[in-house]
């Protein structure tokens, strides 16, 4: 294989290929996923700051600041209005994520900015709760693709055993959000009666013009077009020798699989049992993180703080969620391990609404309320990461991740509706400590059955006599092929055993 002017691949023997490969050492492996890192991960985390800050911040600082008033969402209108964002948001994942592959990531992913930005700028128009539902409808719809596309993006580009730190730092955008958040809406909340606007208005005006959001962000859209890269054959900031070894490390970290589009491995995703343990999972620590972005500053408001203050206190919960999103995410990844680490921060998210369910004094709730962000926010990028790791083929990994964060994020309209019922909101925290429940039996059933499976495979391939050399023969398969090994503490092949 060698590359040509043009940055195309072309066939070459596979001595040639063998030799290329083995010249590279562990420290020189580091230093081209390094930069792979430089090159995809800030944009990309740019881009989900932004998205986030839009689909949840926005509309939970803003309703301290006096938008619930303004717009008088009376009763449940505010709900309605937090909720609609994900009816589109969740069905448009899957064939989000389709076209990402038809189209190609580099055309896909701007287009989604695009179609977002022009949303956003128009969202300063919002003068009632009719307009806001509708603006929320669309940018529901417009938002689809970002999150499941680019994980999806990113397992194009890194072998299983290295993606969960990528998404930790993804996702981390998320937990920036809601401290920039706090922080901005704190400030800006002060501008009350400015230029004719109330200080909620003023929120989302200035989220656009700090974050690159509106109009910037569509100037943004139309640079990608121009400067996101495909996949690793035609990445022109790799020499031809680090192409070649990136899609040899891909190729054998994949067993081989297939990765062409073909509607049955769309099929295979959505009839595949695993898939839908892993979105009992993830559904769970969905509604939690979407209630802690939507109702963070509401709760803090109700323990007794002030509207201003209640802004500020909610950044400690969001930046050690951020700390800790980072920092289990690489561990995760150094002991190539996911299950456990699940288990274990969503055990401690449980015992921050256990406390927040239990305790009426401001102090040890406020506790409560960081404990549960520091546990909730870094189980997202471990259980992508180990979704995207046990589903074989790259489109079958994409509707994968697709299906498990569509609908998982159908419980964003449970978490719009669950914290009715201030100021001690029992309703709402002994709701979520019964998904964040199902969430630790999900991961635990998960656990057992990827081992399971595993060792069923491996008793087979014994049996058979089959080994490595034989891989063209199950490509189409995906993880069903006898040489797919489930992420549990290692990967291991049939050649192994």
Not at 8 to 19: D, H, L, M, T, Y
Not at 29 to 40: E, H, P, T, V
Not at 144 to 168: D, M
Not at 472 to 494: A, H, I, K, Q, T
Request: with cysteine; net charge neutral.
């Amino acid at each position: 294989m060698s590359i040509s002017p043009d940055n195309s691949i072309k066939k070459v023997s596979s001595v040639e290929e063998k030799n290329v490969i083995e010249e590279f050492s562990p420290e020189e492996r580091a230093r081209i996923l390094r930069k792979l890192d430089w090159q995809l991960l800030p944009f990309v985390t740019l881009l989900y700051l932004l998205s986030f800050l839009d689909r949840t911040n926005v509309v939970g600082n803003a309703k301290v600041a006096g938008m619930a008033k303004d717009l008088d969402l009376i009763g449940f209108r505010y709900n309605i209005a937090a909720a609609v964002f994900f009816i589109l948001y969740s069905f448009a994942e899957i064939p989000s994520n389709v076209a990402l592959k038809l189209f190609r990531p580099s055309r896909w992913i701007p287009s989604i900015m695009l179609a977002w930005g022009l949303v956003m700028t128009l969202m300063c128009l919002v003068k009632s709760f009719r307009s806001l539902v509708i603006a929320r409808i669309f940018l529901g719809l417009t938002e689809a693709g970002l999150f499941p596309g680019v994980t999806y993006y990113i397992s194009l580009w890194y072998p299983r055993a290295e993606q969960a730190k990528r998404i930790a730092i993804f996702f981390s955008a998320a937990t920036v959000a809601g401290a920039f958040g706090g922080l901005l809406a704190y400030g800006i909340e002060r501008m009350e009666g400015i230029g004719g606007l109330h200080g909620w208005q003023w929120i989302a005006i200035c989220f656009r013009q700090f974050c690159l959001e509106g109009i910037l962000t569509i100037i943004v859209a139309c640079v990608s077009f121009f400067f996101v890269h495909d996949y690793p054959e035609t990445a022109t900031f790799l020499t031809q020798s680090e192409r070649l070894y990136v899609v040899d490390m891909l190729k054998q970290d994949a067993n081989h699989l297939s990765t062409h589009y073909d509607i049955r491995f769309v099929w295979q995703a959505m009839t595949d049992y695993k898939t839908y343990i892993q979105v009992g999972t993830n559904i769970g620590l969905l509604i939690s993180i979407y209630a802690i972005a939507l109702f963070m500053p509401t709760i803090i408001n109700e323990l007794g703080f002030s509207a201003a203050n209640a802004q500020l206190l909610t950044i400690p919960p969001f930046v050690a969620g951020c700390i800790f999103t980072i920092l289990v995410g690489f561990d995760s990844d150094k002991r190539n391990l996911r299950g456990p680490y699940i288990t274990g921060c969503t055990g401690v998210a449980l015992i921050g609404y256990i406390i927040l369910y239990t305790q009426s004094k401001p102090g040890p709730s406020y506790v409560g309320a960081v404990i549960a962000a520091t546990g909730v926010f870094p189980t997202v990028a471990v259980n992508l990461a180990w979704a995207s790791s046990n589903a074989g083929g790259d489109l079958k990994r994409g509707v994968v991740i697709a299906m498990i964060i569509g609908f998982s994020n159908l419980g964003g309209i449970c978490s719009s509706f669950i914290y009715i019922d201030p100021p001690r909101f029992h309703i709402g925290h002994g709701t979520i400590i019964g998904w964040l429940s199902l969430s630790i039996i999900c991961s635990c059933i998960a656990t057992w059955n990827y081992n399971r499976l595993n060792k069923r495979k491996e008793a087979f391939c014994i049996k058979e006599g089959i080994t490595d050399d034989r891989r063209d023969e199950f490509r189409d398969l995906g993880d069903d092929s006898p040489l797919f090994r489930y992420n549990l503490l290692n990967f291991v092949s049939c050649s192994n055993t």
